[in-house]
């Protein structure tokens, strides 16, 4: 089972960038990459994703204002969020869907708040 370990997550003002890393315990070159997000009171909602193939796919709510992108020889995602809005505040998740099986992180909160 990969391990999945995210950071990069905190406080930040309205208007304001964090990057998110989410490091894996194995190769992802084979897997499908995914961040989530979850407010309190919320269902979860994918975020961005990257393929196998480098395939990449924004939720409406980020396009634009996000980058995902992955470090294969590091086995690292990464998740560039600039322009921040409160609405952005959340737990953030890593996902990853490989041949044998799906493994999730605990999170790291981002919060947006002046």
């Known amino acids: 089972q990969m391990q999945l370990v995210e950071s990069g997550g905190g406080l930040v003002q309205p208007g304001g960038s964090l990057r998110l890393s989410c490091a894996a315990s194995?190769?992802?070159?084979?897997?499908?990459m995914r961040w989530y997000r979850q407010a309190p009171g919320k269902e979860r909602e994918l975020v961005a994703g990257v393929s196998s193939g480098g395939t990449t796919v924004y939720a409406d709510s980020v396009k634009g204002r996000s980058t995902i992108t992955r470090d294969l020889a590091k086995n690292t995602v990464y998740l560039q969020l600039n322009d921040l809005r409160p609405e952005d505040t959340a737990m953030y998740l890593c996902?990853?869907?490989?041949?044998?099986?799906?493994?999730w992180g605990q999170g790291t909160q981002v919060t947006v708040s002046s």
């Open positions: 194995g190769n992802i070159f084979g897997a499908f």
């Open positions: 996902n990853a869907i490989y041949p044998n099986g799906n493994s």
